[in-house]
């Protein structure tokens, strides 16, 4: 995670450190708007999910990308919760 003043830019990767699919998020007037930059074949949902509650959060703008095979809802799970403590 690398924080900025109004956001952040997250990359989850398994493996090698690659980028992946992207998208945007912005926290504003208590409403998250998101979209894709880059879309993702399997994992839109939870990258959507994730990248809202990181922008509600923070605040602010979020960039997400994640480079993964396949998440597991306990792996989803895990990486939710190394968010939320990385949002603190």
């Not at 994730?50 to 792996?75: D, K, Y």
Request: proline share 1%; with cysteine; aromatic share 4%.
């Amino acid at each position: 995670m690398l924080r900025f003043q109004n956001g952040c830019f997250v990359s989850v990767s398994e493996g090698e450190e690659c980028l992946g699919a992207v998208v945007a998020s912005l926290y504003n007037k208590s409403v998250s708007t998101t979209t894709q930059v880059i879309p993702s074949k399997s994992e839109s949902l939870f990258m959507r999910l994730a990248a809202e509650r990181l922008a509600t959060r923070l605040n602010g703008i979020v960039l997400l990308s994640v480079s993964v095979q396949n998440i597991s809802v306990e792996v989803a799970k895990g990486i939710m919760s190394e968010l939320d403590m990385m949002a603190l």
